[in-house]
C-alpha cells in the first residue's frame, strides 16, 4: 500500500482547506491524523474502504469531513473553518485488516494500529 499526502498550506484563521490523499493497493480503512510539534499524534478521521462509513474524533466533528472519490482511490480531508490549533502536519495512513472505530481508542492506540503510513503534509493556520 502506497500513500501519497497533498494539499497542505499557510491559510487564515477561518478559512478552509481540502487534504488529498491518493491511496494505491487494498485496505480496510484509511484515515487522517496529525502531530503538532510537541504533541503526540492525533487521530481525525477515518473511512472504511469497503463501505465508506466514517468515522470522527470529537475534537473536529462538525468542522472536518472525509470523503473520497467514486473510484475510491483518493480520500480527501475538508477543513472548515481552520483555526490556529490546527496547525500541525497532517498523515494519512491505511489499515489492511478489520481495525475497531479509532475514535473508541486513545490516539497512540489508534496511530499504532495503523498498518502505513503516508508522508505528511503541513498545515499552518494563522491567527
Known amino acids: 500500500v502506497q500513500l501519497q499526502a497533498s494539499g497542505g498550506g499557510s491559510v487564515q484563521a477561518g478559512a478552509s482547506l481540502r487534504l488529498s490523499c491518493a491511496a494505491s493497493?487494498?485496505?480496510?480503512?484509511l484515515a487522517w491524523f496529525r502531530q503538532a510539534p510537541g504533541k503526540e499524534r492525533e487521530f481525525l478521521a477515518s473511512?472504511?474502504?469497503?463501505?465508506?462509513?466514517?468515522n470522527y474524533a470529537e475534537s473536529v466533528k462538525g468542522r472536518f469531513t472525509i470523503s473520497r472519490d467514486s473510484a475510491k482511490t483518493t480520500v480527501y480531508l475538508q477543513m472548515d473553518p481552520l483555526k490556529p490549533e490546527d496547525t500541525a502536519k497532517y498523515y494519512c495512513?491505511?489499515?489492511?485488516?478489520?481495525?475497531?472505530?479509532?475514535?473508541?481508542?486513545?490516539?497512540?492506540?489508534?496511530?499504532?494500529?495503523?498498518?502505513?503510513w503516508g508522508r505528511g503534509t503541513q498545515v499552518t493556520v494563522s491567527s
Open positions: 493497493g487494498r485496505t480496510f480503512m
Open positions: 495512513a491505511a489499515t489492511v485488516t478489520p481495525t475497531p472505530p479509532l475514535s473508541r481508542l486513545t490516539h497512540s492506540q489508534a496511530s499504532a494500529g495503523m498498518d502505513y
Open positions: 473511512i472504511r474502504s469497503s463501505d465508506g462509513t466514517t
